[in-house]
């Protein structure tokens, strides 16, 4: 069954430094997401992407955090002068279509800001 | 804003016992519900779905039906296994833009 990678599973990163996570959603999917979930929290949604654009970011999603599909295949999660309160685990999301159809995720990037 | 509310773990059961984990929603629209599961080291898997009123979403077991009239879509299985230990979340998407709201997850944790 196809499914959507992650890479890294883990990363550590000094407070301040850029991080960018990826991603490869299913190859026929054409929505594209990011959750986070911090320790003990809920999973939060973050943002959408279609059709090489944000459908919707949510107040998480800043200035400091920006998405990209810079070829066929990747999507990436680039998070800019991380925080100590961005270490999280990162999941990447994709679905067929937007209208109610389930989302298929990866098994995320855990996210250590030191 | 919409969102999700979820029983409370750890739960912990004995193997073949009932298992009920409830959940309820609150949204303006018609939204879809789901439930996903956590296995400990992976990522999030769905469990199942129901996309109108009064549908039954089930697979390996599990069951969960839409219920409009007390906003609910309590998960259950007769009877658990360990392999079913795991964190299980239940979700709402709207229609409109497909974003997932969760709820907090219920640990379970099943005892041979």
């Avoid at chain 1, 459908?55 to 599909?69: G, N």
Wanted: glycine content about 8%.
């Amino acid at each position: 069954e196809p499914e959507v990678t992650q890479t890294p599973s883990h990363q550590v990163t000094q407070m301040g430094q850029e991080v960018i996570l990826r991603c490869v959603p299913i190859s026929n999917h054409l929505y594209f997401y990011w959750y986070r979930q911090i320790l003990g929290q809920k999973v939060e949604f973050l943002v959408s992407f279609y059709n090489n654009e944000i459908s919707e970011k949510s107040e998480i999603f800043d200035d400091q955090f920006s998405v990209e599909r810079p070829d066929g295949s990747n999507f990436t999660l680039k998070i800019r002068s991380t925080k100590l309160e961005d270490s999280a685990m990162y999941f990447c999301a994709s679905s067929v279509t937007a209208s109610n159809q389930p989302q298929h995720f990866g098994d995320g990037t855990r996210l250590s800001i030191l | 804003g919409d969102s999700v509310t979820q029983m409370e773990g750890p739960v912990t059961l004995s193997e073949e016992a009932f298992l009920t984990i409830n959940c309820t929603y609150t949204a303006t629209g018609y939204p879809s519900l789901f439930w996903y599961v956590q296995y400990p080291g992976e990522g999030l898997q769905l469990l199942l779905k129901a996309t109108k009123a009064d549908d039954k979403g089930s697979n390996k077991g599990f069951e969960a039906t839409y219920r409009k009239e007390t906003t609910s879509f309590h998960l259950e299985k007769g009877s658990v296994q360990v392999s079913d230990s795991a964190v299980y979340f239940c979700a709402l998407s709207d229609g409109a833009t497909n974003k997932l709201i969760f709820g907090t997850g219920t640990l379970l944790a099943v005892q041979p």
